[in-house]
């Protein structure tokens, strides 16, 4: 029967395809495609920990206490049952081998599969032994965890090419992403893979895994609450980023209508390349800067090939990320600035320094236990709590700057004490290089305005920095008092609110008067609908995911900003600015 889910809609386009339930465990386990001549290998990473855990189990039974109640027998007796169960082991290996799912996804997918069969019992006693069947496969989970990787497997794993998975009939349609919730680092190990679009219960439109999904450049729809409950694994569903909902098991007559809708917007991508050489000037002759952002060195291709003048904004937490606790050194995060610097052939590149916290975990397993952890110890105040770590990403950077064009960019200030200790671990750190003998370049160094302190005290970062970047997202969070990755309060995540467009117009003409360049690199940036309203406001310089560059340009082509100019201020003095932008 058909029916659908809704959400907030993250990226555009329709994707059709069968559903790949990423499912939710307690545990947190690892979701990737293994490749096909590690099948064996996985398939013995699982009897092993099965193995295990059966061992596990006897010597409980063996070293029972003569007093122990009678139903703990019973119940060992019903895990070691439900353990060698003929149906979870026959499910998981079907997903190892005609899937290459890894040993933990494919085990929490057979589980995702026995419990809804659990549900539907009749029966109370069974019903309830979903709860030991948890308990099982977590074990399993467990000495997975701490078994080690088989030689064979090579991390870190990767989801396999599309090419690759079109040479085997197991994969010949579209997959489609269905989860509770994934981390940015799970979701940017799903970046290039198989996926033509992907739905998650929770998150806002710009919480980090949205951001991570709209570089994918996919159909994508976060917040929709129980899809991952009401959807089966290999579900016909359809995902309308667009309009931010997805269909299940939709009619053949429905099905019709989004492959129509799915032709016109390829022809639209198709007339939007054409404007990649197309430079970036108005109707009225002012020349926009179109900047990418990028969470990856390789992403430079994706920047190139949409004609980005430069990158924006590298976030580079996403090289921190996912690696339970071992961070990169500093010789490894030089290569990756490095890579992105020479990736953009002399053009310049805007490194901002390390932002994790919040909703973006250095490390799953961790996760950030404090009430408030976007208001906690996050992006720079991490940085100053943790200085040498700060030094040796400011030494990397500082050591990238020799091969090209680098900004540095400092997120989350809102402190002159900040901003004044920040300036001097860069002094400290270009000193270290020069005691070493190191070979440094000169950096231009800006600060993001994306707290109300900041854009309320611009007086200090136009004194102390070379340029200032707007981080919409979070001074939209932090103004509004809204959790962005919050889908329960998203309707109140108000890009129009007049407090918002207050402050981000007061930043722009404060910079345009001082003389230093003021970019927005939150993903307003990125938003169509948005455009002419940055440019009324006097924004020149935007920086978006690749993904959005040529339809922002589209809307820049057709633009006249002495028009748009005197309709922002109207914008920006009205109760209702979503309204006028509406009419
Ligand atoms: C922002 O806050 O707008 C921004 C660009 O930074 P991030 O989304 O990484 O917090
Ligand atoms: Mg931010």
């Not at 919050?486 to 404060?510: C, G, I, K, M, N």
């Amino acid at each position: 029967m058909t029916f659908s889910v809704h959400g907030i809609t993250v990226s555009r386009g329709i994707a059709i395809g069968r559903a790949v339930l990423v499912a939710s465990s307690r545990m947190d386990v690892a979701h990737y495609f293994i490749e096909s001549d590690q099948v064996e290998a996985e398939l013995s990473r699982l009897v092993q920990a099965r193995d295990a855990v059966v061992q596990e189990f006897q010597r409980l039974q063996h070293n029972m206490p003569r007093d122990a109640p009678p139903e703990l027998g019973a119940l060992l007796d019903v895990h070691l049952m439900l353990l060698q169960d003929e149906q979870l082991g026959a499910g998981v290996h079907h997903w190892v081998t005609e899937r290459l799912y890894n040993a933990e996804w494919a085990l929490t997918t057979q589980l995702e599969q026995l419990s809804r069969q659990f549900d539907d019992m009749q029966d109370d006693y069974l019903r309830e032994r979903k709860a030991d069947l948890e308990q099982v496969v977590e074990r399993v989970l467990r000495h997975l965890k701490g078994a080690a990787q088989p030689v064979t497997a090579t991390p870190p794993p990767r989801a396999p090419r599309q090419q690759e998975l079109l040479l085997d009939d197991t994969f010949d349609v579209p997959l489609v992403l269905v989860a509770h919730d994934l981390s940015p680092a799970d979701m940017l190990q799903f970046k290039g893979s198989v996926f033509a679009g992907f739905i998650t219960d929770v998150g806002g439109k710009t919480s980090h895994t949205a951001i991570v999904a709209r570089s994918m450049d996919i159909p994508a729809v976060v917040g929709a609450r129980s899809a991952s409950q009401l959807v089966r694994q290999d579900d016909w569903v359809i995902i309308d980023g667009d309009a931010g909902v997805m269909i299940v098991d939709p009619s053949p007559i429905i099905l019709a209508e989004y492959g129509f809708k799915q032709r016109q917007g390829e022809l639209e991508r198709g007339r939007l390349a054409r404007l990649k050489n197309t430079p970036a000037v108005t109707l009225d002759g002012q020349r926009i800067e179109l900047l990418a952002n990028i969470e990856q060195p390789a992403d430079t291709a994706a920047a190139l090939a949409v004609g980005a003048v430069g990158v924006g904004l590298f976030r580079s937490e996403f090289l921190f990320m996912g690696r339970a606790g071992k961070l990169p050194d500093e010789g490894e995060q030089y290569h990756a600035y490095r890579a992105a610097v020479e990736g953009m052939h002399g053009m310049p590149v805007t490194i901002r320094t390390i932002d994790v916290g919040a909703d973006k975990p250095l490390d799953d397993r961790r996760a950030d236990t404090h009430l408030n952890p976007a208001l906690g110890l996050r992006a720079i105040r991490w940085s100053l709590a943790e200085p040498a770590m700060f030094l040796t990403q400011l030494r990397a950077i500082l050591r990238a700057a020799a091969h090209g064009q680098v900004h540095l960019l400092i997120p989350m200030l809102a402190h002159m004490r900040e901003i004044r200790q920040t300036l001097e671990l860069i002094g400290k750190a270009r000193a270290q290089l020069d005691a070493a003998g190191q070979v440094h370049g000169p950096i231009k160094i800006g600060a993001m305005i994306e707290v109300p302190a900041a854009a309320l005290s611009l007086r200090l970062f136009l004194k102390h920095f070379d340029f200032l970047s707007l981080g919409t997202n979070d001074l939209i969070q932090y103004t509004l008092a809204i959790d962005r990755a919050d889908e329960s309060v998203a309707h109140l995540y108000d890009q129009f609110h007049p407090a918002v467009l207050r402050l981000l117009a007061d930043t722009v003409a404060a910079g345009a008067r001082h003389g230093t360049p003021v970019s927005v690199c939150g993903e307003m940036a990125g938003d169509p609908t948005m455009t002419r309203l940055l440019l009324g406001l006097g924004l020149r310089s935007f920086s978006m995911h690749p993904s959005q560059i040529l339809a922002v340009k589209q809307e820049i082509l057709r633009a006249d900003t002495s028009k748009l100019a005197p309709w922002a201020h109207i914008v920006l003095e009205s109760d209702e600015p979503a309204e006028l932008l509406a009419g």
